[in-house]
């Protein structure tokens, strides 16, 4: 570990960052982090946490996201930018974001000694990000290997003004050295996903004034076109090009003496032939017109300022909390595609190689409530973007002998199903694992008609309703009929065969309540929709009845189906098993287990997790929650209380799936155990940032982010919607002073300030 020194001197070299710090109010510290209000500041260099702080420094534009490693490079440093939609086939796992050219480099020599972090002696050491305006800032005092003092100063930005404009910075300054330093600034087209290329170079050059490249993906034949530009200010230097195959380089070389310092700036413009006919041709003509780094810098900032308006949340008397809230909406900004409706965001984001950057449910039910309530064009995007994979879904039902549409439980570029078949175990003995999820963890495609639902009521956007909402709500629904299974011996509907929210049981699933509740739910809806569409676009209806082969009989199955389809409720206890035969199985009590490091899977392998009544994460409760904002059944607070004291406490609520945490957390909040509230708020809250589960660095878990939004305003705001709007039933915990934060509904803005002192209102 290596500990900065000498701090206070260290914080007068100038720096272009300074004049825009915060100030700090407040301030704690963890995980050699130390948590301000709006920035989060890295006060140590570990080496041992190279991958972990890369992930958690990730910046993005909502085009693409890059990981936050070293512009001078670090052994085993695992660069990468992702772009939304880059997609490349793989073997087994069908396909994957490519790892894009890095366009980060900046070589800075010193009288031929190399600047790097594993070389000479760091003396100080900073590391920040700025949430406020997405900049990313590193302040090194380094000692060379033969004595020289200098200070780096290092920035870097994705404009959320112009997404296809990025800047770096490096103010370098001597304090006892003489000589010449160079600085290489490059494009390194040689970029990999763990050892693997996907990446053709079909050529570079040199642009007036900068360089280019040009690169091919190997198998989908996406182009992509990069094109940089490097200034020098504070001294006179020439810039020199070279172009070594796949990697442009501009070379400065000044001379410095001590107290000079020299700034470069590298101004990056990144275009693919999903956006353009001519991407390289389209990076060049804007790296042509981008104005210099600070103009570019200040545009960036506004739009900062304009997202902050709508989607920021301030807590008071906590500071941990207030940072790690903004630094989780931070990294679900910078994913969600802003001027693209074929993407939406993965579970890692674009942060890191976990999931290949698929999509999963954790889109619909975890993320896209905090956009739905306080950035609904961009929840309209990703929603957009299951209309674009209708088609995908459509060839999945049809080959699983289906109707209709039968959503991806991994979705990328098409729609088609992408969940590998198999994961290959590490050890070269073991047996190969089958994933069930792709072929039985259906539920999806009833949560991507919840959130259908939910932006539709809360933004009454019924033209996106008629046009693209309502396909996707109907041809799922059909193919709902074609799923179900009528068991004429007990006179009811069934679904057999399924994985429900909770992934520890897979095999033998019949009559999973979250899904089948979902599917009735679904149902239900499909059926106000059809008749809405039908009373005010009766147009719209004809061709829609005519693409999707609707009738009024389909409309008939599917009310037999919301009236008959079997929900596992025992009216008399008031508990909800979670499927066929879960109260049979054997009992645990995970409090014996208290002191384990490990999943509950890990310890009793998947078929003894599958033979207890031990949950990854929540699945009638996760129930219960979707169904509590509209106060639908099976949902009442005596429910709750009966299916939490029974669920929570089989629940593998830390080691199991990360999507948990945040959701034991509002129910907690619901049921004021504030304490419990709290722990799991924090733990979600935390687990990118202090690496709670220990796997951060394959990216940042976004359902978590999202599920933590939610958490603040369902749970600790105890917001509930209403027929006027959403009201507040606060339960802030026991340190918070204060909550604000504001939502969008129906047109209209309503801003809360919730305060700790003050008494609820009636609901
Ligand atoms: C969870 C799923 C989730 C997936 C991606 C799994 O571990 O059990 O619910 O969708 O991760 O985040």
Redesign the pocket.
Known sequence: MIKAQDLSEFHQTPNPSQSRAVQMTETVSACSFIYTDWALIETQFDPAQLHHKETVFTIGNGYLGSRGSFEEGYPRAVAATLIHGVFDDVPVVYTELANCPDWLPLMITFNGERFRLDQGEILAYERRLDLRSGLLSRAVRWRSPSGSKVDLNFERFASLADEHALGVRCQISSLDFEGLVEVQASLNGYSENKGFNHWEQVSQGKADPGIWLQVRTRNSRIELGMAARLTVSEAESAIEVSNVPGYPTQTTTVQLSPGQSVTVDKVVTVFTSRQVPDPIQAAQTKLAELPAYPDLFKANERAWEETWRKSDVVIEGDISAQLAIRYNLFQLIICAPRHDEQVSIA?KTLSGFG?RGHV???TEIFILPFFIYSQPALARNMLTYRYHTLDGARRKAKDSGYKGAMFAWESADTGDEVTPRWALPTDPYGADIRIWCRDREIHISADVAYAIWRYWQVTRDDAWMRDYGAEIILDTAVFWISRVELNTKDERYEIRDVIG?D?YHEHDIHNNAFTNRMVQWHLEKAILVYDWLHAHFPENAAQLEEKLQLTSKQRSRWQDIVNNLWIPYDSKTGLIEQFDGFFNLEDIDLREYDSRTQSMQDILGMEGASKRQVL??PDVLMLLYLMRESQEFPYSLETLKKNWNYYAPRTDITYG???GPAMHAILAADLDLSEEAYERFMQAAMVDLENVRGNADSGIHA?SCGGLWQALVFGFGGVQLTQDGPIATPHLPPKWNRLKFKLYWRGDWHEFDLRADAKPPAL
């Open positions: 579970a999931y999963f449910w954790d929210a992934e990854k994460q799936s990360s999507l359902a």
